[in-house]
């Protein structure tokens, strides 16, 4: 195990399922390199990203699943969209899922770049146009879809909906009517799914680098997020 705590140190994090328990516990290093090499499972490809547990728990499929998700201040009930899609496709159906947005959105880069225990930290922009920061975006692609330490979330609070790429490239969707949104996922040809599960619900880990916290560092500036430390 020592191996694996110094590997995931330096390049990766560690999400446990909620026994606490680790797939990773009784593996050798030759073990872990093969599994963390895998990116394709079936049809479906991983980015760098982010890796399913060592046991698969979660097999990784494109989808998506409707939720509901409970405001703690409002109690009120909002309809979510999850959605894993492909590496191939993921970065497109995110760019077309901001379009019900309107044409000025806000801005939320999240970075756990800092953080050891899964905590991140959100920086703000607000009133940008839609168009350039499609542009920005795709200048982009490989932060968003290769550190798993990045996500960012673009919303219209006069709507209001909310578009997340989060830091495991899953997709998620808030708002009352969804349904602009989701027929953005049938031009791609995604079905929902209600028994879908996402590899954020079993142990999973998060890979990163010194040089993709310079780029998001780089992101931060062509966005006009302020923050100090960056």
Not at 53 to 63: C, E, I, Y
Not at 127 to 156: H, I, R, W
């Amino acid at each position: 195990m020592g191996f694996l705590k110094r590997f995931i140190k330096s390049t990766l994090r560690e999400e446990l399922p909620s026994s606490g328990h680790s797939s990773f516990e009784q593996i050798t290093e030759t073990q872990l390199e093969e599994h963390l090499s895998i990116a394709r499972y079936g049809s479906f490809l991983l980015t760098d990203a982010v890796r399913p547990s060592f046991n698969l728990d979660v097999v990784p499929s494109a989808g998506y699943r409707r939720d509901v998700y409970r405001d703690k201040e409002t109690g009120a009930d909002v309809p979510v969209l999850m959605i894993a899609e492909t590496r191939e496709r993921l970065m497109d159906v995110f760019i077309d899922l901001l379009d019900p947005l309107g044409d000025e959105v806000d801005i939320v880069l999240e970075t756990s770049h800092d953080s050891d225990s899964g905590g991140h930290q959100d920086l703000y922009r607000e009133q940008m146009d839609l168009p350039v920061l499609k542009s920005t975006l795709y200048d982009f692609e490989d932060l968003l879809l290769d550190d798993g330490c990045t996500g960012v979330a673009v919303l219209n609070p006069r709507i209001p909906y909310e578009v997340q790429f989060d830091e495991h490239k899953l997709l998620i969707v808030y708002g009352q009517d969804l349904w602009p949104f989701e027929e953005v996922l049938s031009d791609y040809n995604l079905r929902c799914s209600d028994d879908l599960r996402f590899i954020t619900e079993a142990e999973h880990v998060h890979s990163s680098s010194e040089e993709s916290r310079e780029r998001f560092s780089e992101l931060t500036y062509r966005l006009g997020v302020e923050d100090e430390q960056y």
